[in-house]
T-cell receptor
Framework: DAMVIQNPRYQVTQFGKPVTLSCSQT?????MYWYQQKSSQAPKLLFH???????NEADTPDNFQSRRPNTSFCFLDIRSPGLGDAAMYLC??????????????FGPGTRLTVL | AQKITQTQPGMFVQEKEAVTLDCTYD???????LFWYKQPSSGEMIFLIY??????QNATEGRYSLNFQKARKSANLVISASQLGDSAMYFC?????????????FGSGTRLSIRP
């Protein structure tokens, strides 16, 4: 089945130690998104790629970076994780970024713990 | 600016009963899409149903239906014959079609608990 895959499902890192989260998709969608979701809150968009075009949200900290080496893969890099970065990180894809029922499909998420 | 409001932080419903989750929205864009997602405790956001602003009929997907009242700017989710597996967090979301980023805005969510 076509899907959005995130690895790992659970990630533990130390304060200040760089960490990379991975997302891949078999949907061949043009757009890939990264969201941060803290406990009992709505997901918050960090940035998205429209093909190779990177779009950062204005309030996303510089500590968060992303790479999309090809259509299928997208990575979230946290350069120096702080305790406040502990959260669920959700990857999503959509065929395009506007018009009609262009639904975003989410992966299972990576739960990040910062010690 | 677009905004989504879910006024029910939590709801308890008896199994097999129908349940309505409220959602109101605010936008100045004439063209927009409304979505409902389910998030079980495992964390995955599962797409449930979509309603376009120009759709004449309310969307339905199996046990899910969307009660779309455009003049009142509401898009309530109705789940018929609730099941234990429906226990989850439910998010209402909106996307303005013509905004430059076309990003989805989520409401704060409603935690639904189904009692056996």
């Amino acid at each position: 089945d076509a899907m959005v895959i995130q690895n790992p499902r659970y990630q533990v890192t130390q304060f200040g130690k760089p960490v990379t989260l991975s997302c891949s998709q078999t949907l061949n969608h043009n757009v890939m998104y990264w969201y941060q979701q803290k406990s009992s809150q709505a997901p918050k968009l960090l940035f998205h790629y429209y093909d190779k075009d990177f779009n950062n949200e204005a309030d996303t900290p510089d500590n968060f970076q992303s790479r999309r080496p090809n259509t299928s893969f997208c990575f979230l890099d946290i350069r120096s994780p702080g305790l406040g970065d502990a959260a669920m990180y959700l990857c999503a894809t959509s065929r395009d970024r506007g018009g009609g029922a262009d639904t975003q499909y989410f992966g299972p998420g990576t739960r990040l713990t910062v010690l | 600016a677009q905004k989504i409001t879910q006024t029910q932080p939590g709801m308890f419903v008896q199994e097999k009963e129908a349940v309505t989750l409220d959602c109101t929205y605010d936008t100045s864009d004439p063209s927009y899409g409304l979505f409902w997602y389910k998030q079980p405790s495992s964390g995955e956001m599962i797409f449930l149903i979509y309603q376009g602003s120009y759709d004449q009929q309310n969307a339905t997907e199996g046990r899910y239906s969307l009660n779309f009242q455009k003049a009142r700017k509401s898009a309530n989710l109705v789940i018929s014959a609730s099941q234990l597996g429906d226990s989850a967090m439910y998010f209402c979301a909106m996307r303005e079609v013509y905004s430059s980023a076309s990003k989805i805005i989520f409401g704060s969510g409603t935690r639904l608990s189904i009692r056996p």
